[in-house]
């Protein structure tokens, strides 16, 4: 179980919690120092392969893309356990894929969130799945079209969220999400979804994708894609991600990218952090599982 680490203070007097992502990229932020500016010319990726779980092949398949990848793993599917063990190993960051309820009412597997819950009840099924899967660093809604568009369930979410120190990334399935600023009110650290890379399973169209998640990131510093599983997905970015540092790139992990936004921009810019991707409809990001 991830937690966070409550920490005195010894100056004010005040307590706080020490996150799990503050850990993993504290190597980072020394580098960079609190005051030093990211290089201009440096674009960050942070690349999620959600659905993880159900299937042991492909689920390792993903494991061994080259470079820091954040895996989201489906919590009581056949090889969750296994594989979030493996994920350190791999230089992989692993995120509970958390599944919650959506307007095309496709079902949810274990550990699904309802709007059906009260706070107990969902606060402590987020908790079990949580505390199913080792080395979670944070979390990101498996589809959710219906539950990331509710305030109430959604602060919920995140005040547990913040009990144990985790952060969240918001895979925006609907456009009427208040995730992010769920998250935000709650001092939840959060990233959003820029770009999902293979809505279509077409290797042409998952290239597509993957240049404009390059584009983005080179526009805005950061930028956040989401991919599954899938065997063409997982050809074309074992083909492709080695060459990223030809271009400027870095793959990153999310709890770095959440580092260095804090380093960077003590206060968020809305215009590059909260930027609103266009480019699936809410009823194209619901979907089944794919196998992982």
């Known amino acids: 179980m991830a937690a966070g680490l409550l920490v005195q203070d010894s100056c004010a007097g005040n307590r706080y919690w020490q996150k799990p992502w503050q850990n993993s990229a504290q190597a980072t932020a020394q580098e960079l120092g609190n005051s030093t500016p990211l290089p201009e010319a440096t ?7 959600d659905d993880l779980g159900n299937q042991w092949a492909a689920g390792k398949a993903v494991l061994a893309l080259p470079g820091k990848i954040n895996i989201g793993v489906l919590p009581f599917t056949p090889y969750s356990v296994s594989l979030a063990k493996l994920a350190p190993g791999h230089d992989k960051e ?20 309802t709007l059906q819950m009260g706070e107990s009840e969902l606060r402590n099924a987020l908790g079990r799945a ?3 899967i080792p ?21 919920w979410v995140m005040q547990e ?3 144990r120190g985790l952060y969240f990334v918001d895979s925006r399935t609907s456009h009427e999400t208040v995730a992010a600023s769920s998250a935000a009110a709650a001092g939840v650290p959060h990233l959003s979804r820029n770009v999902f ?38 050809h074309y970015l074992r083909e ?3 060459m990223l540092q030809q271009q ?11 580092a260095l936004m804090s380093d960077r921009f003590p206060t968020p810019k809305p215009a590059v952090w909260e930027q609103i991707a266009q480019d699936t409809k809410p009823s194209q990001a619901d979907r089944k599982p794919a196998g992982g």
């Open 94 to 113: 692993v995120m509970l894929h958390a599944p919650m309820s959506n307007q095309r009412q496709l079902p949810l597997g274990g550990g699904g969130l």
């Open 248 to 258: 400027g790139v870095e793959l990153v992990y999310a709890s770095e990218a959440i």
């Open 161 to 163: 969220l913040e009990t």
């Open 130 to 132: 949580i505390e199913a």
């Open 240 to 242: 492709s991600l080695p």
């Open 135 to 155: 080395h979670i660093q944070g979390v990101n809604n498996h589809m959710g079209s219906d539950l990331t568009r509710m305030q109430q369930p959604m602060q």
């Open 43 to 49: 674009a960050r990726i942070v690349l999620i392969i």
């Open 197 to 234: 890379l293979d809505n279509s399973r077409d290797p042409q169209a998952i290239a597509f994708h993957f240049d404009k998640l390059v584009a983005k990131a080179k526009l805005q510093g950061i930028a956040v894609g989401i991919g599954h599983p899938y065997p063409e997905t997982i």
